[in-house]
């Protein structure tokens, strides 16, 4: 079901599952957590994520009201991502949502540190 057609819904699920429904914007929020990010280092702890579906994920969130993006007036160019209230407010329930996974996790899953990792790049994700 495609974003657009998760709007149409009335009800809050429908409407929270489209604004965190992508793999992505649940990870980025975790990163992000409680500081600022420049677009550069988010990109350098997810680098599994690609620099054009990273824009396009800020952007939606921005849109949706989770993070604010404040652009500098500076040679060269600085951005940076906060999580706002709404994105803040966010990070229990992505908490919990690890613990549960944490609980019924198959062994071998996961790294030691807990980061999700891409068997194939080598890459992983660092919150």
Known sequence: MKKNELMQYSC??????AALGSKWKPIIVLVIKDRKLRFGELAVR????SRKVLTDQLREMETDGLIIR????ELPPRVEYSLTEK???LLPILYLLEEWEAKYQVK?????????????TK???NV
Do not use: H, R, T
Not at 12 to 17: Q, R
Not at 70 to 73: I, L, S, V
Not at 108 to 113: A, H, L, P, R, S
């Open 46 to 49: 997810i680098n599994v994520i």
């Open 12 to 17: 809050p699920l429908g409407k929270a599952m």
């Open 70 to 73: 404040e652009e500098f007036k």
């Open 123 to 125: 890459k992983a994700v």
């Open 108 to 120: 071998g899953v996961y790294n030691e540190d807990c980061s999700l990792a891409d068997k194939k």
């Open 87 to 89: 994105g803040l407010a």
